[in-house]
């Protein structure tokens, strides 16, 4: 693991190595953290670096003291979620490259479907507090973010609410209780809950 690293380091780059979630999914209640972990992060490197700067996540990576004693992660905000995103839109913007090579871990440890959503909700705070800071580099670079604005755009802000506040119930019940959960139907929470707190 950590010769892989060596033999990819280069000076003012950053590596990612990427995660991995068990093959099979788990018994029990983890099919929200395992289907979002296996669909949305696991995908190979090469995939990861057609956006790089999207792509990372802080949980596994090398970065040069240099460039993280200048780019220090965002300590005001406190709860889970988005720092990484923060992060990694900053090195774009300073033209810092990162790149994806294949050095997974392994997540030990799923939440279960109502932690991970209580987890999903918190991130999802945090990306209203930087949404509202009114960064346009940031707020341009988030998919989540650009979906909203398309919405208030057109007029259809506080409808997203109103419709949200009616089925935010029904699609927390799918995403807890479903052994399948739709990917399609978190991204619609999180775009609803999002809208909601701006």
């Given at each position: 693991f950590i010769e892989n690293y060596l033999y990819a380091l280069k000076p003012n780059?950053?590596?990612?190595?990427?995660?991995?979630?068990?093959?099979?999914?788990?018994?029990?209640?983890?099919?929200?953290?395992?289907?979002?972990?296996?669909t949305k992060e696991s995908q190979p490197s090469e995939i990861k670096n057609q956006h790089p700067y999207q792509a990372f996540h802080s949980n596994n990576f090398v970065v040069p003291k240099?460039?993280?004693?200048?780019?220090?992660?965002?300590?005001?905000?406190?709860?889970?979620?988005?720092?990484?995103?923060?992060?990694?839109?900053?090195?774009?913007?300073?033209?810092i490259r990162i790149k994806h090579i294949e050095n997974a871990v392994m997540?030990?440890?799923?939440?279960?479907?109502?932690?991970?959503?209580?987890?999903?909700?918190?991130?999802?705070?945090?990306?209203?507090?930087?949404?509202?800071?009114?960064?346009?580099?940031?707020?341009t670079h988030v998919k989540l973010i650009k979906t909203l604005d398309k919405f208030k755009a057109l007029g259809l802000h506080g409808i997203?609410?109103?419709?949200?506040?009616?089925?935010?119930?029904?699609?927390?019940h799918h995403l807890i209780n479903s052994e399948k959960p739709s990917m399609n139907l978190l991204n619609l929470y999180k775009l609803g809950y999002l809208a909601t707190l701006t």
């Open positions: 780059l950053i590596l990612c190595g990427g995660r991995k979630y068990p093959n099979k999914q788990p018994e029990g209640h983890f099919s929200l953290h395992w289907t979002y972990g296996t240099s460039i993280i004693e200048k780019f220090p992660f965002d300590e005001s905000l406190t709860q889970y979620g988005h720092e990484d995103t923060l992060f990694g839109v900053q090195m774009g913007v300073n033209k997540h030990g440890r799923l939440e279960n479907n109502q932690e991970f959503l209580v987890k999903t909700n918190e991130a999802i705070e945090n990306l209203a507090l930087i949404y509202k800071r009114g960064d346009k580099n940031f707020n997203l609410k109103m419709k949200f506040r009616f089925f935010s119930g029904s699609l927390e």
